[in-house]
Structures are given as structure tokens and as C-alpha cells.
């Protein structure tokens, strides 16, 4: 949620700033903005592409700062656009968060003779910054006083005119990454846009600031004292960030499924004993074997993960589990104790809200475990243990790749506590085999892509969407539902198909199809009675089904098949369809699902 990127070195940065910015869009594109001590500051609404029909020929130089904007305090205009400026037009900042006391800050800085230009709670930045410069020569430490006086959240760069080499950084809930090259230096909301010039890094912590200068970093905490931390190399290439020949971020990554799927198993199944080996638990092997309650804490689509999940673990592992949206957990008074585990699960491992349930979590005694995508994100750093997902970056900001690869995590956590609890061997065993053949099932269902390209063309007409499914299959259909509500705008729900007939099904005619997850499973027949009633009130049907049901094709108006596989593992194949229909759904409307409305990607405010 906004992107911040900054260069210090010896190339020309506004190229690089730009580039920068295009790779961080997905955090949000309410209007984007550049500046460089040595030609000055452009603004513009809109996203990269509108900013950089506004640059000068002649704007050039070493340094600079650049801001993608999700707008908060302010509508999306080219006023409130950052990079903000002091008075003085000397300093400048680009932030990430929200300042919650800037309205106080505001009038006391209007009051000793501060003009504001725009709407935003970011320019109170830029002036406390200025404020201070007179009584310091340094800009650093005009930085770090000021700092002293806001609260809230921030992850910002900030230039002057007169240290055109220097940025500063600072990270307090809003993340910030430190690019380490020789002789440059980048500093980003995530490490995707530093990725293509290095791949050391350094991940700030919450109430520090980092000085960057082309061939050296300092990094501080916010009483003065110094840090010392090392850089650490990201395993993943400039080539996982681009779209490689596919349209958008979204199809190439619901593609990359299989491959996906292989690297979140990748040492993980011990096949002859059922167990799963996940060594990033075993620092808390003993504080396991007490956990009698599981607590998963997530937002969005990992939060219909964490709803999957929550079926795995009771059914497999005979351990009771919640699921709860971080925006409520931390609200709650949530009983918890040392034999709970609170779950985070995230593909950024940066949710704001996630990240307070953690906290949360943390500060009532629980042991608090991590499904997290992005490597060294605040909440894999926080949780006292966890398992990565090694799905790569994911660009699309309707999470596809990232859910399927936590449901996978999920399996693995089953068979990890289901094994040393009441799971026997061979069901252990058979789950592992079964686990092990799921990449190649997934392949078999994106190679059927022309097929759910077509339907789309069939239902674009469709102004609603009811999804439903049972048991495991239940949360897919929410998760149905929320991707093609994201991507392309269209009215949809999510429902319990046994829930359908105490409400949803009073909407039900010919033009409100519905999409059916019934594999052949243990609640399968109960489905069909289900799809019975919508085609008797004349409702069509999408039926998501298991290869080789005929009955199916003859209720349904259209079937799409997924192949067989055990309950425990079928929402990991009926999904995949489910985010292709919302891509292709998307697409007929001329839509750009990388680029949703309204959405951003990594959401760090509350
Ligand atoms: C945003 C994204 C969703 C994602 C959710 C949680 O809303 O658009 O796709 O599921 O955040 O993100 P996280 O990074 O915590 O998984």
C-alpha cells in the first residue's frame, strides 16, 4: 500500500526511479510522483505512465525519490500527489503509512507561520523537517527529531537540496528495504524493484533510520544508538518480477502453479513415514507438543486459507482451531494461553491488521507461527516460528499462486501435528503420496484454459455470481467469489450450499448463474440436491466437478473438470479454475486485473 523507491549513486535516476515505480504499481496507483535534488519535483494522478509523460527532457541527476500513492488522507489528485515539500521547497518526502497526530502537528506548524499545499497527512513531514533544519546542520538528525513528534506509521524516504547524495529512511509499521550495490544504494517498500540492480539487502526494523550515501549506510535507532546489520541475499532473480510473455502479473501466476507448488513441498514430505519435516518449527519443538488449540489469523484471500485450514488441522490433527480476521482478533478479547498458537498466514507478511493479531497474539501469552510468502517480512520476523511458502514474488494484486501454495503449507502442518498426535501412518502416507502428485493435477487444469477462457465469453453478460460449496470446498467458493468481485467488478457471493436455501436463493433466475464447487467427495451428493434446487428455479449452473462425473454434465448448464484427488487436497485444484474465470472474466470487460480499483496489493493500514 503506496510504494516509496530511492536511488543514490553515480547513474542517471530518473530512468531508474521510473522503472522503480512500475514494478512497485501493485501497491497502489492513485497518483505517483519523482524528485531529484538536482532538477526538481514532478507530480502527476494517475499511475507511472501519466507521470512520465510530464517529465522534462532535462530532468536528470544521481539521486532521487519516487512515490506510488494509495490515497488515505486526501482524494488521488496531482496536489496530493508525493514527493512533499517544506516551505522552503528544500526538502522533500515520500511516505508509506498514515500520521495520526498530523492534524494537531498541522496547526502548530501553521500557527508558527508553516503554508501547507496539500490535503495530506505526509506534509506535516516535510515542515517538522524544516523546522528543525534551524537548529541543526544535519539533515539527518532534522529527520530523527522530527520524527520524535508524530505518531503513527511510516515508511518514508526524505532529500534535500543541499546533500543531493543523501537519503534518509526511516520504518516504523510501514515497510522499508535498503538495496546494497557498489557504489549505489536503493531503498524500497519491497525488495521487487531492487531485485534487477542487487540482491543484497537489508530489511529495517520498526523505529530505525538509515543515512545512504552512494558508498556507505549507517543505520540508527530513533534514540541515536547504532545498528549493526548485515546485508542478506535474496535467492530469487530479476526474472521472477516480469510477466514473461503472459498479458498480466495474474495469469502468469495462477501459470506458475505447478512450479509453485513443487518449491512450497521441496524437502518437506518424508513420503515413507507421512510426516512432514518443517525445520522452521523446530525451535519450537517443545512448546509444540503443549499446544492444544490453534488460533489462524489472516486477511483477505489467506484468511480463506486459514478457513481450509481450519477443516485439515480438526479433521487430520484432532486439534480445535478459529479462524479470525485480523481487523477483529485485535479487537476482541480473545482467551488465549500458552497452549494456543496463533497462525499468521500472509503472502506479504506485511497486513497491517494481520501484524496487530500477532502482536496481539503475542502480548496474551500465545506462541505465534508464520505461513509467510515474502522472505524477511515484518511478520516472519515477529512470529516466534514458521514455515516460508517459496512461491516467489506475486506481483498480481489478487492473490493466486500465494493461496494455493499456503493451502499446500497447510497440508504440511496437518501431517506435522496430525502424525505426532492421532493421524495413523497410512493416512499420513496416503496424504503425503497424494501431496506429491497435486502439481502435476494442477498442470492438467491450466493446460484446460481455452475451456474457462470461453465460458467467460459465455457469462460475461452476468451482472451477479453466486458461488457455493461444501466442507472443504466452502471457503473456495467465498475465495471464488472475492476474485471476481476484485478483478472484474462483477457482483458476487459466496455461500455454504447448504446455507443457500435461508436466503441467496430468493435472488436465483435465469440471469444469476452460479458456480457450483462439487467435487466427488464425501458431501457430493448432498451438492447435487443443492444444484437440483437452482435449476428449478431456472438459474444456471457452472458445475466445478471431478473428471469422470458424467451425471454432472447432464444438471449442469456447463461443467469444468478438476482431476480426482482426496477431499483433504481438492480445494487446491478447485481453485485454480476459480481464479481463471475471474482473470478471463476480468479480460472480456477490457479490465486490468493487475491493477483492481480501489486496491492495493500489501495492505499496511488499518
Ligand atoms: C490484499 C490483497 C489480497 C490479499 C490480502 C491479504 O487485500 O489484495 O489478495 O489476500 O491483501 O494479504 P497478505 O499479504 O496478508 O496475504
Same mark, same amino acid.
Given at each position: 500500500?503506496?510504494?516509496?523507491?530511492?536511488?543514490?549513486?553515480?547513474?542517471?535516476?530518473?530512468?531508474?526511479?521510473?522503472?522503480?515505480?512500475?514494478?512497485?504499481?501493485?501497491?497502489?496507483?492513485?497518483?505517483?510522483?519523482?524528485?531529484?535534488?538536482?532538477?526538481?519535483?514532478?507530480?502527476?494522478?494517475?499511475?507511472?505512465?501519466?507521470?512520465?509523460?510530464?517529465?522534462?527532457?532535462?530532468?536528470?541527476?544521481?539521486?532521487?525519490?519516487?512515490?506510488?500513492?494509495?490515497?488515505?488522507?486526501?482524494?488521488?489528485?496531482?496536489?496530493?500527489?508525493?514527493?512533499?515539500?517544506?516551505?522552503?521547497?528544500?526538502?522533500?518526502?515520500?511516505?508509506?503509512?498514515?500520521?495520526?497526530?498530523?492534524?494537531?502537528?498541522?496547526?502548530?506548524?501553521?500557527?508558527?507561520?508553516?503554508?501547507?499545499?496539500?490535503?495530506?497527512?505526509?506534509?506535516?513531514?516535510?515542515?517538522?523537517?524544516?523546522?528543525?533544519?534551524?537548529?541543526?546542520?544535519?539533515?539527518?538528525?532534522?529527520?530523527?527529531?522530527?520524527?520524535?513528534?508524530?505518531?503513527?506509521?511510516?515508511?518514508?524516504?526524505?532529500?534535500?537540496?543541499?546533500?543531493?547524495?543523501?537519503?534518509?529512511?526511516?520504518?516504523?509499521?510501514?515497510?522499508?528495504?535498503?538495496?546494497?550495490?557498489?557504489?549505489?544504494?536503493?531503498?524500497?517498500?519491497?525488495?521487487?524493484?531492487?531485485?534487477?540492480?542487487?540482491?543484497?539487502?537489508?530489511?529495517?526494523?520498526?523505529?530505525?533510520?538509515?543515512?545512504?550515501?552512494?558508498?556507505?549506510?549507517?543505520?540508527?535507532?530513533?534514540?541515536?544508538?547504532?545498528?549493526?546489520?548485515?546485508?542478506?541475499?535474496?535467492?530469487?532473480?530479476?526474472?521472477?518480477?516480469?510477466?514473461?510473455?503472459?498479458?498480466?502479473?495474474?495469469?502468469?501466476?495462477?501459470?506458475?502453479?505447478?512450479?509453485?507448488?513443487?518449491?512450497?513441498?521441496?524437502?518437506?514430505?518424508?513420503?515413507?513415514?507421512?510426516?512432514?519435516? !518443517?525445520?522452521?518449527?523446530?525451535?519450537? &519443538?517443545? =512448546? +509444540? #507438543?503443549? $499446544?492444544?488449540?490453534?488460533?489462524? %489469523?489472516?486477511?483477505?484471500?489467506?484468511?480463506?486459507?486459514?478457513?481450509?485450514?481450519?477443516?485439515?488441522?480438526?479433521?487430520?490433527?484432532?486439534?480445535?482451531?478459529?479462524?479470525?480476521?485480523?481487523?477483529?482478533?485485535?479487537?476482541?478479547?480473545?482467551?488465549?494461553?500458552?497452549?494456543?498458537?496463533?497462525?499468521?498466514?500472509?503472502?506479504?507478511?506485511?497486513?497491517?491488521?494481520?501484524?496487530?493479531?500477532?502482536?496481539?497474539?503475542?502480548?496474551?501469552?500465545?506462541?505465534?507461527?508464520?505461513?509467510?510468502?515474502?522472505?524477511?517480512?515484518?511478520?516472519?520476523?515477529?512470529?516466534?516460528?514458521?514455515?516460508?511458502?517459496?512461491?516467489?514474488?506475486?506481483?498480481?494484486?489478487?492473490?493466486?499462486?500465494?493461496?494455493?501454495?499456503?493451502?499446500?503449507?497447510?497440508?504440511?502442518?496437518?501431517?506435522?501435528?496430525?502424525?505426532?498426535?492421532?493421524?495413523? !501412518?497410512?493416512?499420513?502416507?496416503?496424504? &503425503?503420496? =497424494? +501431496? #506429491?502428485? $497435486?502439481?502435476?493435477?494442477?498442470? %492438467?487444469?491450466?493446460?484446460?484454459?481455452?475451456?474457462?477462457?470461453?465460458?467467460?465469453?459465455?457469462?460475461?453478460?452476468?451482472?451477479?455470481?453466486?458461488?457455493?460449496?461444501?466442507?472443504?470446498?466452502?471457503?473456495?467458493?467465498?475465495?471464488?467469489?472475492?476474485?471476481?468481485?476484485?478483478?472484474?467488478?462483477?457482483?458476487?457471493?459466496?455461500?455454504?450450499?447448504?446455507?443457500?436455501?435461508?436466503?441467496?436463493?430468493?435472488?436465483?433466475?435465469?440471469?444469476?448463474?452460479?458456480?457450483?464447487?462439487?467435487?466427488?467427495?464425501?458431501?457430493?451428493?448432498?451438492?447435487?440436491?443443492?444444484?437440483?434446487?437452482?435449476?428449478?428455479?431456472?438459474?444456471?449452473?457452472?458445475?466445478?466437478?471431478?473428471?469422470?462425473?458424467?451425471?454432472?454434465?447432464?444438471?449442469?448448464?456447463?461443467?469444468?473438470?478438476?482431476?480426482?484427488?482426496?477431499?483433504?487436497?481438492?480445494?487446491?485444484?478447485?481453485?485454480?479454475?476459480?481464479?481463471?474465470?475471474?482473470?478471463?472474466?476480468?479480460?472480456?470487460?477490457?479490465?486490468?486485473?493487475?491493477?483492481?480499483?480501489?486496491?492495493?496489493?500489501?495492505?499496511?493500514?488499518?
Amino acid at each position: 500500500m503506496c510504494g516509496i523507491f530511492a536511488y543514490t549513486g553515480s547513474k542517471n535516476a530518473g530512468p531508474l526511479l521510473l522503472k522503480g515505480l512500475v514494478s512497485l504499481e501493485y501497491r497502489g496507483y492513485d497518483s505517483a510522483g519523482v524528485f531529484m535534488p538536482e532538477s526538481g519535483v514532478v507530480r502527476a494522478k494517475g499511475a507511472v505512465a501519466e507521470l512520465r509523460k510530464k517529465i522534462p527532457k532535462n530532468f536528470t541527476g544521481r539521486s532521487g525519490i519516487a512515490h506510488l500513492r494509495w490515497a488515505t488522507h486526501g482524494e488521488p489528485s496531482e496536489k496530493n500527489a508525493h514527493p512533499h515539500a517544506d516551505c522552503g521547497g528544500n526538502i522533500y518526502v515520500a511516505h508509506n503509512g498514515i500520521i495520526e497526530n498530523f492534524r494537531e502537528l498541522k496547526r502548530a506548524l501553521q500557527s508558527k507561520g508553516h503554508t501547507f499545499r496539500s490535503d495530506t497527512d505526509t506534509e506535516v513531514l516535510a515542515h517538522l523537517i524544516e523546522e528543525h533544519m534551524a537548529h541543526t546542520k544535519k539533515f539527518e538528525h532534522a529527520v530523527l527529531t522530527a520524527l520524535h513528534e508524530v505518531r503513527g506509521t511510516y515508511g518514508l524516504v526524505a532529500q534535500c537540496k543541499a546533500n543531493p547524495d543523501k537519503i534518509v529512511a526511516a520504518r516504523m509499521g510501514s515497510p522499508v528495504v535498503l538495496g546494497v550495490g557498489t557504489r549505489e544504494r536503493f531503498v524500497a517498500s519491497d525488495p521487487s524493484p531492487i531485485i534487477p540492480h542487487t540482491q543484497k539487502v537489508i530489511f529495517l526494523e520498526d523505529g530505525e533510520v538509515a543515512v545512504i550515501m552512494p558508498t556507505s549506510h549507517a543505520i540508527v535507532k530513533l534514540d541515536a544508538t547504532k545498528v549493526k546489520r548485515g546485508a542478506t541475499t535474496i535467492d530469487w532473480g530479476a526474472e521472477k518480477v516480469k510477466k514473461n510473455g503472459h498479458k498480466h502479473f495474474m495469469l502468469k501466476e495462477i501459470m506458475e502453479g505447478p512450479e509453485v507448488l513443487e518449491n512450497t513441498l521441496r524437502g518437506r514430505l518424508v513420503l515413507e513415514k507421512g510426516r512432514a519435516k !518443517l525445520g522452521g518449527l523446530e525451535s519450537v &519443538a517443545k =512448546e +509444540l #507438543k503443549k $499446544i492444544e488449540r490453534f488460533i489462524i %489469523v489472516a486477511c483477505g484471500t489467506a484468511y480463506y486459507a486459514g478457513l481450509i485450514g481450519e477443516y485439515m488441522l480438526e479433521e487430520y490433527a484432532g486439534i480445535p482451531v478459529e479462524v479470525e480476521l485480523g481487523s477483529e482478533f485485535r479487537y476482541r478479547s480473545p482467551v488465549l494461553n500458552q497452549r494456543t498458537a496463533v497462525i499468521a498466514i500472509s503472502q506479504s507478511g506485511e497486513t497491517a491488521d494481520t501484524l496487530a493479531a500477532v502482536r496481539e497474539g503475542k502480548k496474551r501469552g500465545a506462541l505465534t507461527l508464520g505461513i509467510v510468502n515474502a522472505v524477511g517480512s515484518t511478520i516472519a520476523r515477529e512470529t516466534d516460528a514458521g514455515v516460508y511458502n517459496h512461491a516467489g514474488p506475486e506481483m498480481g494484486v489478487a492473490s493466486t499462486k500465494a493461496l494455493i501454495s499456503q493451502l499446500e503449507a497447510l497440508v504440511l502442518f496437518t501431517l506435522f501435528f496430525g502424525r505426532e498426535r492421532q493421524m495413523s !501412518l497410512r493416512t499420513g502416507c496416503e496424504i &503425503a503420496q =497424494e +501431496l #506429491k502428485t $497435486i502439481p502435476e493435477k494442477v498442470a %492438467v487444469i491450466l493446460a484446460n484454459h481455452g475451456k474457462i477462457e470461453k465460458l467467460a465469453k459465455k457469462y460475461a453478460y452476468a451482472r451477479d455470481f453466486l458461488f457455493i460449496g461444501r466442507k472443504y470446498n466452502y471457503p473456495v467458493a467465498l475465495e471464488g467469489a472475492i476474485k471476481l468481485k476484485e478483478v472484474s467488478y462483477i457482483h458476487a457471493e459466496g455461500y455454504a450450499s447448504g446455507e443457500m436455501k435461508h436466503g441467496p436463493i430468493a435472488m436465483i433466475d435465469k440471469k444469476f448463474p452460479t458456480v457450483a464447487v462439487v467435487p466427488s467427495d464425501s458431501v457430493y451428493e448432498k451438492n447435487l440436491s443443492n444444484i437440483h434446487e437452482l435449476k428449478a428455479r431456472g438459474g444456471p449452473v457452472i458445475a466445478i466437478a471431478t473428471e469422470g462425473n458424467t451425471e454432472i454434465a447432464k444438471i449442469a448448464d456447463d461443467c469444468v473438470y478438476v482431476p480426482k484427488t482426496i477431499e483433504i487436497l481438492s480445494p487446491i485444484l478447485s481453485v485454480v479454475p476459480l481464479q481463471l474465470f475471474a482473470y478471463y472474466m476480468a479480460h472480456q470487460k477490457g479490465l486490468n486485473p493487475d491493477r483492481p480499483r480501489n486496491l492495493a496489493k500489501s495492505v499496511t493500514v488499518e
